[in-house]
Every structure is written in structure tokens, then in C-alpha cells.
Nanobody, 111 residues
Framework: QVPLVESGGGLVQPGGSLRLSCAAS????????MGWYRQAPGKQRELVAA??????DYAPKFQGRVTFTADTSTNTTYVDIIGLRPDDTADYYC??????WGQGTRVTVSS
């Protein structure tokens, strides 16, 4: 069983929005260790947002465009992204404690 399964990626026009989902198997879901990351072509993986003991941390470049939420009843996290730009094109991953990773979902922003 794959512990983390992302969904919601696809082709989006510039300026559009989307919601990515990450379903975690029950045993691995840890609310204060869940995070979303992305890896653009030719670039290193980077943090989008993560839940910590202190709340939700957003990488500065995503502030105001990304909302990270979690549903503990379904062990699912979501990241809503607005104002998508072509440089948001990337594979988006969810993770637990940045050590257990999903397979990713690809987001392509293009007209």
C-alpha cells in the first residue's frame, strides 16, 4: 500500500487555480509533520508549505497564493493554489516529516 497518494494535478491556464490532495494511509498521517513540496524541471525540490507544532509555515514565495489545510477525519491534506503562473509548473509532492514521500502529481501551467 502506497502511504501517500497525491491527486489533483493537470494542465491549468495562467491565472487559474487548483486544489491538490494527499491521501495518507492511517498509520502514517501525522498532523504536525505533513507538508507539500514541489520540484520544477531542472530544479531542486522546495518547500511549499508544512504543518508544524507552531502552525502552518509557508515558503515566502508562496505566501498569499497557497492555502494548506488538513482533514484529520480522512487523513487528507490539501493545498489550494491561486494565481498560477508558468513557473509554478512542477511535480508536487506531499510528505510526512520530509522523509516519507508520495509519488507526486504534475502541475503544468500553460496557455
Amino acid at each position: 500500500q502506497v502511504p501517500l497518494v497525491e491527486s489533483g494535478g493537470g494542465l491549468v491556464q495562467p491565472g487559474g487555480s487548483l486544489r491538490l490532495s494527499c491521501a495518507a494511509s492511517g498509520g502514517i498521517f501525522t498532523i504536525n509533520a505533513m507538508g507539500w513540496y514541489r520540484q520544477a524541471p531542472g530544479k531542486q525540490r522546495e518547500l511549499v508549505a508544512a504543518i508544524t507544532d507552531g502552525g502552518t509555515d509557508y515558503a515566502p514565495k508562496f505566501q498569499g497564493r497557497v492555502t494548506f489545510t488538513a482533514d484529520t477525519s480522512t487523513n487528507t491534506t490539501y493545498v489550494d493554489i491561486i494565481g498560477l503562473r508558468p513557473d509554478d509548473t512542477a511535480d508536487y509532492y506531499c510528505a510526512v516529516a520530509a522523509s516519507v514521500w508520495g509519488q507526486g502529481t504534475r502541475v503544468t501551467v500553460s496557455s
